[in-house]
């Protein structure tokens, strides 16, 4: 079940920015393009794309294999440099940062879920969730790991490795350690996209839950129309280009 520990502490802003309520914008790209040089010609990722999403807002980004999806999703997180264009997120020019302000905001402001879970395997379930409490030096941070592996439902399988859990089980834990820092945006590749269907719909239900009770802005990668159908905005991408932008849904995310 989730609880509060997943909500920003009373007062608690990401990295410093100005609180930020429902439908504005969390997040906004201006002619934001990605390419690589191929010898004497370029590969284009992705062509100049303009795109706002209002905080709070649940995005789908679908689109086929080489579409730019997960590109784009690491033009969000700061973990990729665009070619051209600015990202704006939680009011804050990410494009314009260096490496070590980009990296101190991003641990404050942006959670990040992998498809490959990427927990570090000699650590145990407590300890990937407080790898990045303890990077901030935060003195609670094996009270608060705890309280967010009660909140997935975890807290029998904290002194468990990686290598001991379920692909479900890693997911959560994964979950757990992306709102360690109580961060306004959550960003997903795949999340369900190693996992059965049962603990696939776990997982999306948990992701669900997160984003209706605490209004968290969550952009979640997937090729899959089911897991699309929960969000309350599809934005579809061919070729680096995006080719529909509606609302979707028939829950808006509200389901369990």
């Known amino acids: 079940m989730v609880d509060s520990v997943f909500s920003p502490a009373p007062g608690e802003d990401a990295a410093g920015a100005a609180p930020r309520g429902p439908g504005a914008p969390m997040i906004v790209l201006d ?119 009660a909140a997935v439902d975890l807290s029998s399988r904290a002194d468990h490795y990686p290598a001991q859990l379920s692909g479900g089980e890693q997911q959560r834990v994964a979950i757990a350690r992306a709102f360690a820092c109580r961060p306004p945006v959550l960003l997903a590749d795949e999340p369900t996209g190693n996992l059965d269907t049962v603990n696939g719909a776990h997982i999306l239900g948990l992701l669900k839950q997160l984003h209706r009770e605490q209004g968290t802005t ?30 979707a849904g028939t829950d808006g995310g509200k389901g369990s």
């Open 31 to 149: 002619q934001v393009s990605r390419w690589l040089p191929m010898g004497r010609r370029r590969l284009d990722i992705l062509h100049p794309l303009s795109l706002s999403i209002p905080s709070g807002q649940f995005v789908a980004v679908m689109g086929p294999s080489g579409s730019g999806k997960s590109t784009l999703l690491g033009l969000l997180a700061g973990l990729d440099r665009p070619s051209g264009g600015e990202i704006t997120v939680a009011g804050q020019r990410i494009s314009a940062m260096n490496e070590d302000d980009l990296a101190r905001f991003r641990g404050a402001t942006i959670g990040f879920v992998f498809q490959s879970y990427q927990l570090i395997p000699t650590l145990t379930a407590l300890e990937n969730v407080q790898v990045p409490m303890e990077i901030r030096a935060q003195p609670d941070a094996k009270e608060r790991a705890l309280a967010l592996l």
């Open 218 to 247: 969550l952009v979640l990668v997937t090729h899959d129309a089911e897991i699309a159908r929960a969000a309350q905005r599809v934005v579809q991408l061919r070729d680096g280009r995006v080719v529909e932008d509606r609302s």
